[in-house]
């Protein structure tokens, strides 16, 4: 396996330029890297792309393919876990309970199975839920960057108790200040807050991150719009 491929498609993964990504890693020939490992990138490529039916089909082949006592066996459990997220992204909620049940069992890495059943509860509207799953994660990893942010957007789209949802959404863009998602969080904290100036300029630089992203560009011109009408006095 050519591990300087490999990390040269990982590069363009992590500078989340996805489309870019998967064509590296699509251009691979069999004798250019492990069949798995770049089943397994593509998968996750085509995931944050959100072409979901394209990442089952190449994260199932890892869960399917990588026996029971094989050494492979965490990149198994993390497909199963991204594959939850995919069936409760595309309305799939038993298959997504199965398997963070399944993983529950197996004692992996409970703050992960925790906040990928907090965004769960989030897809399915259960707020409650989805507010309860990010603070188990909290009591374990205190500082764990995808429940300080998802629990500091989740609180901001509910209104509800905005200064502890600004205070975890700087915390967590403070320990990864180049993500997108922490940038926009705290920009939409802002938003709700009525900053709409600091709003704007936090999602401006969330958007710089990922340019596509459908999200972050339907909460710019929420910004915007919101900006023009307080110039305007409301008219």
């Known amino acids: 396996m ?6 040269q498609g990982l590069l363009l993964y992590k500078a ?19 069949n798995l490992e770049v089943t397994y990138y593509i998968g996750l490529c085509y995931m944050k792309l959100k072409q979901y ?10 869960v399917t393919s990588i026996p029971g006592d094989d050494q492979q066996q965490e990149r198994v459990l993390q497909c199963r876990l991204i594959l939850a997220v995919i069936y409760a992204s595309t309305g799939r909620s038993r298959l997504a309970e199965f398997e963070l049940k399944s993983l529950k069992e197996t ?20 707020y409650d839920r989805c507010i309860q799953q990010y603070e188990k994660v909290l009591e374990m990893e205190p500082e764990n960057i ?16 905005l200064t502890r949802a600004l ?41 710089d991150k990922e340019k596509h992203n459908e999200e972050i560009m339907e909460h710019l011109k929420m910004i915007q719009v919101s900006r023009e009408n307080s110039a305007s006095g409301g008219k």
């Open 2 to 7: 050519d591990r300087k491929l490999i990390a």
């Open 16 to 34: 989340a330029k996805y489309t870019e990504a998967l064509n590296f890693f699509q251009s691979l020939t069999p004798d250019q890297g492990n």
């Open 53 to 62: 039916e394209d990442a089952l089909l190449y994260l199932e082949q890892i």
């Open 107 to 126: 004692g992996y890495q409970p703050s992960a199975v925790h906040a990928a059943m907090a965004y769960i509860s989030w897809v399915q509207q259960d």
């Open 146 to 161: 995808t429940a300080l942010n998802g629990l500091g957007y989740v609180l901001a789209c509910l209104n509800k108790d």
């Open 167 to 207: 205070m975890l959404s700087k915390r967590a863009l403070d320990s990864s200040p180049e993500s997108a998602a922490c940038l926009d969080t705290l920009g939409w904290v802002y938003f709700k807050l009525g900053l709409l100036e600091e709003a704007e300029n936090f999602v401006k630089k969330a958007l």
